[in-house]
């Protein structure tokens, strides 16, 4: 059975970091390229960082929103993939998902969310 | 980026109806779009992808058509489960875009 289990959401004040991780079972991880996506309150969701498999050399790619400010990475022997926020604004207050590319154009596994709150 | 244009934003709706929702994109995308279910509290449900493939287990009152720039997610027979937000998404190139979001709501 397929899982994805975030972690590490929470309340940060702005300007500072939070670091998300997901755990991944029951698939080969290095052979899917994995995403972050938010959800905004009241808003839709959006895409913010995607990590390419391994065939791709783990290739990182950012949302404009986030980018030089957010840094995902993975680990394969850890089966984990992360998602490090610096520099939070108010406008990442969000829920965020760990998500697995199906590899045939869409996005099949979804963690149940970790919710980040950036507020002074 | 490429932009999805997602109406109506809003749709009231009975059981038993028939609903589409349409997804117009800012550019070809081929056939890389895919179609989302999302409830409160819940993550997102992939639906259909490939414009018109039915993910496994998801009931065939939900088919999908398009190409191009233009696409359509129907809802035959709408039933109580179904009332949520459809999110459409293109997967053609990055970054992956989401459409605005439509909104189901029981007349």
């Known amino acids: 059975e397929v899982q994805l289990v975030e972690s590490g959401g929470g309340l940060v004040q702005p300007g500072g970091s939070l670091r998300l991780s997901c755990v991944v079972s029951?698939?080969?991880?290095?052979?899917?390229?994995m995403d972050w996506v938010r959800q905004a309150p009241g808003k839709g969701l959006e895409c913010v960082a995607r990590?390419?498999?391994?065939?791709?050399?783990?290739?990182?790619e950012y949302a404009a929103s986030v980018k030089g400010r957010f840094i995902i990475s993975r680990d394969d022997s850890r089966n984990s993939l992360f998602l490090q926020m610096n520099s939070l604004k108010t406008e990442d207050t969000a829920v965020y998902y760990c998500?697995?590319?199906?590899?045939?154009?869409?996005?099949?596994?979804w963690g149940q969310g970790a919710p980040v709150f950036v507020s002074s | 980026d490429i932009q999805l244009t997602q109406f109506p934003s809003f749709l009231s709706a009975s059981v038993g109806d028939r609903v589409a929702v349409t997804c117009r994109a800012s550019?070809?995308?081929?056939?890389?779009l895919a179609w989302y279910q999302h409830k409160p509290g819940k993550a997102p449900k992939l639906l259909i992808y490939?414009?018109?493939t039915l993910q496994s287990g998801v009931p065939s009152r939900f088919s999908g058509s398009g190409s191009g720039t233009e696409f359509t997610l129907t809802i035959n027979s709408l039933q109580p489960e179904d009332f949520a937000t459809y999110y459409c998404?293109?997967?053609?190139?990055?970054?992956?875009?989401f459409g605005g979001g439509t909104k189901v709501e029981i007349k």
């Open positions: 998500v697995r590319d199906s590899m045939m154009y869409s996005f099949d596994y």
């Open positions: 029951g698939f080969t991880f290095s052979d899917h390229h």
């Open positions: 990590s390419l498999n391994r065939g791709k050399s783990y290739t990182a």
């Open positions: 550019q070809g995308i081929s056939r890389h």
């Open positions: 490939e414009t018109s």
């Open positions: 998404q293109q997967i053609y190139s990055y970054p992956l875009t």
